[in-house]
């Protein structure tokens, strides 16, 4: 009894591994910048003493550039660095998870809130 069987219905082993092998090495590559971002913004917050947005900042050109170089090109490079950069020190500018008001102390978050919404009695009332 013949097989009807094609070359290509059959199993192969080899290109599983092999495809197994380059999503890892994107898992890993992923992981780098990850890891070049963060040693870039703590290196930098150690540097300068101070938490602030600039190092989120620094730390994403790292990142972008790192990017370019891989790519071996100059504009997404400068292009990584700007958009990465950017986002990211608005991300930290902004508060982070911690929102804009993270380091005021109530009488300061209470001014904020009456400068920002029209009548706050309304909004403590719904609370």
């Given amino acids: 009894m013949s097989s009807t069987a094609n070359k290509d219905d059959v199993y192969h082993e080899k290109e599983l591994i092999?495809?197994?092998?380059?999503?890892?090495l994107g898992f890993a590559g992923f992981a780098l910048l990850g890891g070049i971002f963060t040693a870039t913004e703590t290196l930098t917050a150690?540097?300068?003493?101070?938490?602030?947005?600039i190092n989120g900042a620094v730390g994403g050109c790292?990142?972008?550039?790192?990017?370019?170089i891989r790519a071996?090109?100059?504009?997404?490079?400068?292009?990584?660095?700007?958009?990465?950069?950017?986002?990211?020190?608005?991300?930290?500018?902004?508060?982070?998870?911690?929102g804009l008001l993270r380091y005021?102390?109530?009488d300061e978050k209470s001014e904020w809130r009456r400068?920002?919404?029209?009548?706050?009695?309304?909004?403590?009332?719904?609370?």
């Fill in 62 to 68: 790292a990142t972008g550039l790192t990017i370019g």
């Fill in 46 to 53: 150690n540097i300068r003493k101070t938490d602030d947005w």
């Fill in 115 to 127: 400068k920002i919404f029209k009548d706050n009695n309304q909004i403590i009332n719904e609370e």
């Fill in 18 to 24: 092999l495809n197994s092998l380059k999503t890892s």
């Fill in 104 to 106: 005021k102390n109530e």
């Fill in 72 to 98: 071996r090109s100059h504009k997404l490079g400068v292009g990584a660095c700007l958009g990465i950069g950017g986002l990211m020190s608005l991300y930290e500018f902004s508060g982070a998870w911690k």
